[in-house]
């Protein structure tokens, strides 16, 4: 082959390889629309993002698993929520989850749970965490104190602080008890006489929060009605990952 042939069925393989990468970039997919943040919102949300994946590897597979799904998360900075909120979208699967400022994104308990929430959404499905005509969340203290048992395995689990607030009272033990000398979880399902436990936690979680919105004349879905046979399916789904 001469020289010119050479050059030219050098430059053909060079656009290939350059389309192709066009062609995979274009096709993939990211499950976090920023559109709606200013452009230092945008990268500092994005930044943070990153060093949570880098930081933890159960933040990583949340992300991951969330990825998976492919189901839109738009992001938000307004005034709709007290701290920060996850609002599903049953249209597209996926929701919105808004911050009341930017500064609230480098906690990465508020971020994580905000995450874990759609997760949690994507994960059981379309028609759960959606309000009925009662404007109640059916299972809604159910998502919420999942969400709390997830960052309390991840702290005992990595020899981190934790804490139970009120409403949370017992969960601290009950995490223990699914973790052995290790600092491991060793099963992936629970026994019937966890499951009431946990759902004994959830009642109380929920009976906490009944009195506290009529005290505090707030409108939380934390007080909603439980589903007595769901149990944290969407946390012990990421600890599965993560053991295995």
Request: hydrophobic share 35%.
């Amino acid at each position: 082959m001469n020289k010119r042939k050479s050059f030219l069925y050098s430059q053909k393989f060079c656009l290939f390889i350059v389309l192709l990468l066009v062609s995979c970039r274009s096709n993939s997919k990211d499950v976090f629309d920023y559109s709606q943040l200013s452009s230092n919102d945008r990268e500092i949300i994005i930044n943070q993002i990153d060093s949570l994946k880098r930081s933890n590897k159960f933040y990583k597979i949340i992300f991951k698993e969330l990825d998976r799904l492919e189901k839109p998360i738009v992001f938000f900075i307004k005034n709709d929520v007290e701290i920060a909120g996850f609002v599903p979208n049953k249209a597209t699967k996926g929701g919105n989850i808004i911050f009341t400022d930017i500064n609230k994104i480098y906690n990465e308990h508020v971020i994580v749970e905000e995450i874990f929430h759609a997760f949690q959404y994507s994960f059981y499905g379309k028609n759960s965490m959606i309000k009925n005509d009662k404007g109640e969340v059916v299972g809604g203290p159910n998502y919420e104190y999942e969400a709390k048992l997830m960052r309390a395995i991840v702290n005992l689990s990595q020899n981190k602080p934790a804490a139970e607030t009120p409403s949370q009272k017992g969960l601290l033990d009950f995490t223990l008890s699914l973790i052995n000398e290790n600092g491991n979880i060793t099963s992936f399902e629970f026994t019937e006489n966890q499951h009431k436990l946990y759902i004994n936690l959830v009642k109380h979680f929920q009976i906490h929060w009944k009195q506290r919105n009529i005290n505090e004349e707030r409108n939380s879905l934390y007080d909603d009605p439980i589903i007595e046979n769901l149990g944290p399916k969407a946390c012990l789904h990421i600890l599965k990952i993560y053991y295995l």
